[in-house]
T-cell receptor, first 111, second 115 residues
Framework: DAKTTQPTSMDCAEGRAANLPCNHS???????VYWYRQIHSQGPQYIIH???NNETNEMASLIITEDRKSSTLILPHATLRDTAVYYC????????????FGTGTRLKVLA | NAGVTQTPKFQVLKTGQSMTLQCAQD?????MSWYRQDPGMGLRLIHY???????DQGEVPNGYNVSRSTTEDFPLRLLSAAPSQTSVYFC??????????????FGPGTRLTVT
């Protein structure tokens, strides 16, 4: 089954770019990579997802390596409100609807 | 749109009691799912549904039942509550297809304590 690996925690200075890595070396086929974040104990919030090419939206950018074994979520100008747990998610296996969250990266943005 | 709603927000149960956590969405999403989140941990998938009448097990299905009689509702039943089921439960929905999950919309969660 596919799974993801993320660092447990990271710090970032306010106003700087936050780069959050994710390893998904067992990703299969044409599977998307999804990123969510969870602030305090609220329900997770969708950020972005991608397949092969880099993606950008109003919240973040997603860089996926050419071999698709890893990706990096970039918050270009981190603010204190970006302090959260960030989850990288892939499907367990092609042809299923099971998506596994993993334990995520706790990002702390420092003033 | 109300999005994804969950009731109750908080619940305390005694060991052995049963109860149903309610989840509803008004976005006509086919895919709905239930997760649990233990303190300091990530989310774990309990059950999911890809449409009315279709449900399947996730990572941690034991002790829970689900049904999907309508597109809007996806209740989660605890059959005989145990202290190990103390957790925060999140419901989510998505306009998923087999090729892509799309964006999952999460409810605010139900905080359950089993004594």
């Amino acid at each position: 089954d596919a799974k993801t690996t993320q660092p447990t925690s990271m710090d970032c200075a306010e106003g700087r770019a936050a780069n959050l890595p994710c390893n998904h070396s067992t990703i299969s086929g044409n599977e998307y990579v999804y990123w969510y974040r969870q602030i305090h104990s609220q329900g997770p919030q969708y950020i972005i997802h991608g397949l092969k090419n880099n993606e950008t939206n109003e919240m973040a950018s997603l860089i996926i390596t050419e071999d698709r074994k890893s990706s990096t979520l970039i918050l270009p100008h981190a603010t204190l409100r970006d302090t959260a747990v960030y989850y990288c998610i892939v499907r367990v296996a092609s042809g299923t609807y099971k998506y596994i969250f993993g334990t995520g990266t706790r990002l702390k943005v420092l003033a | 749109n109300a999005g994804v709603t969950q009731t109750p927000k908080f619940q305390v149960l005694k060991t052995g009691q049963s109860m149903t956590l309610q989840c509803a969405q008004d976005m006509n999403h086919e895919y709905m799912s239930w997760y649990r989140q233990d303190p300091g941990m990530g989310l774990r998938l309990i059950h999911y549904s890809v449409g009315a009448g279709i449900t399947d097990q996730g990572e941690v299905p034991n002790g829970y039942n689900v049904s999907r009689s309508t597109t809007e509702d996806f209740p989660l039943r605890l059959l005989s509550a145990a202290p190990s089921q103390t957790s925060v439960y999140f419901c989510a929905s998505s306009p998923s297809t087999l090729n892509s999950l799309g964006e999952q919309y999460f409810g605010p969660g139900t905080r359950l304590t089993v004594t």
